[in-house]
């Protein structure tokens, strides 16, 4: 109901809301000539012992201050944040 209202004031002041595109980063370039790394676990994600198998992700945050990267790698035996 609030929204019916709101749209009808807004129409009657002439203000019309903003739609931004979102955005969207593009941070891969497939199209290269440098080697692959071999897939050496090979979806077996169960270690025998620590230190055998880990993971790793990066991404970024946007802040107003700019990107804040973030980092983590996983061992995969304890399922522990290692770095």
Do not use: C
């Amino acid at each position: 109901m609030a929204r019916i209202k709101f749209a009808r004031l807004m129409a009657q002041e002439g203000i019309k809301s903003v739609h931004r595109k979102k955005y969207r980063l593009h941070t891969t370039v497939s199209k290269h000539l440098l080697s692959i790394a071999e897939n050496m676990v090979e979806q077996n994600f169960n270690a025998e012992a620590p230190n055998q198998i880990w993971a790793s992700d990066i991404s970024y945050i946007p802040t107003r201050e700019g990107f804040v990267y973030w980092s983590v790698i996983l061992d995969f035996y304890s399922r522990k944040i290692v770095g």
